[in-house]
């Protein structure tokens, strides 16, 4: 709850949404390539990737633009989701074989 309050203090919650998706993504990005390692973070990383260059494509496709205002909530939103789930999975980074 703390964090969460100081969060909307700091961003004032409904003009800054999209900041605190990124700092969200940055903070679980961070805490799962630390639960990973240098190895085994490089998988999640490219899936990240690859998810946004498929964001970038259908955007070309579908608005015919490349890159605008329109592409960074989904982005983020989906960064966020996709770090979260790989924060989730990196707890279980102890089975990983050692390599």
């Known amino acids: 709850m703390g ?18 998706r990124i700092c969200t993504v940055i903070l679980f990005w961070v805490l799962a390539c630390w639960n990973l390692g240098y190895y085994w973070s490089a998988f999640p990383i490219a899936v990240w990737m690859l998810w946004s260059l ?17 592409f960074w ?17 990196s707890l279980f980074a102890g089975a990983l074989p050692l390599i």
């Open 54 to 70: 498929i964001l970038v494509v259908l955007q070309v496709v579908h608005n015919h633009e490349f890159l605008y205002r329109r």
């Open 73 to 89: 909530p989904p982005f983020w939103y989906s960064s966020m989701v996709i770090a979260v789930i790989t924060f989730a999975l």
């Open 3 to 20: 964090v969460r309050y100081l969060a909307r203090r700091l961003f004032h919650a409904q003009r800054h949404q999209q900041e605190w």
